[in-house]
C-alpha cells in the first residue's frame, strides 16, 4: 500500500500563494489518480483537485480553478498543489489520497470521484485576512 505525506501548509495573509506537496513511498504512482481534499472543521470533506499521474489530466473545484494548479513528478513521485491569490475561504486542512478515481460532471466544470483508500495526515492551510 502507498504512503503518502504532504507537506506546504502554513498561515499566510489573503492574495499570497502557496505550494504543497504529497510524496509518496511504498509504491509509485504509475496509473494511479491522486486527489487533493480540504475540509474545515464541521463541515464536509470535498475534493479540491485531481490528477492522473499516467495522463495528467486533471479536475479542479470550480471554485480554485484559475488560482489553483495541480501537477506531479513521476521521478520524485510526488504530486504538487500550488494555489495562489488565496482567500480566507481555503482556509481549511488540506490532504492528498490515491487509490481512488476521478471522473468529469459535464456540465459543471467540477468533477466526482470515488472513495480513496489511501490517504496522508493533511496539512493545515491557514489564510488570513
Known amino acids: 500500500q502507498v504512503q503518502l505525506v504532504e507537506s506546504g501548509g502554513g498561515l499566510v495573509q489573503a492574495g499570497s500563494s502557496l505550494k504543497l506537496s504529497c510524496a509518496a513511498s511504498g509504491s509509485t504512482l504509475d496509473h494511479m489518480f491522486v486527489g487533493w481534499f480540504r475540509q474545515v472543521p464541521g463541515k464536509l470533506r470535498e475534493g479540491v483537485s485531481c490528477?492522473?499521474?499516467?495522463?495528467?489530466?486533471?479536475y479542479y473545484l470550480p471554485s480554485v480553478k484559475g488560482r489553483f494548479t495541480v501537477s506531479r513528478d513521476n521521478d520524485k513521485k510526488t504530486v504538487y498543489l500550488e494555489m495562489k491569490n488565496l482567500k480566507a475561504e481555503d482556509t481549511a486542512i488540506y490532504s492528498c489520497a490515491t487509490e481512488g478515481e476521478c471522473f468529469p460532471a459535464r456540465g459543471s466544470g467540477s468533477f466526482y470521484y470515488t472513495d480513496f483508500a489511501s490517504w496522508g495526515q493533511g496539512t493545515q492551510v491557514t489564510v488570513s485576512t
Open positions: 490528477i492522473s499521474v499516467s495522463d495528467s489530466r486533471t
